[in-house]
């Protein structure tokens, strides 16, 4: 079931879209906020995962480094 369309007057319509509008541009900010935080998450991770994974392979270099067996003189 319908309203009547004459029961609601031009400047009503006008509040409501400003109303629109106005979530709109918050609708927009929280999107684009939502949007950055997952982003920022994903590079967060990103450098955590890669950062232990240098880590890791500079600790096991460092340890075959240091490791010996050459046949050079100790100065």
């Given at each position: 079931m319908t309203l009547p369309t004459g029961a609601i007057s031009s400047s009503d319509r006008r509040r409501g879209k400003n109303k629109e509008r106005q979530?709109?541009?918050q609708g927009r900010w929280r999107?684009?906020?939502k949007w950055a935080l997952?982003?920022?998450l994903v590079m967060g991770a990103?450098?955590?995962v890669i950062g232990g994974f240098l880590l890791f392979k500079g600790i096991l270099k460092i340890n075959e480094v240091f490791k010996g067996g050459g046949d050079a003189v100790a100065l």
């Open positions: 979530r709109g541009r999107t684009f906020r997952r982003s920022a990103l450098v955590l």
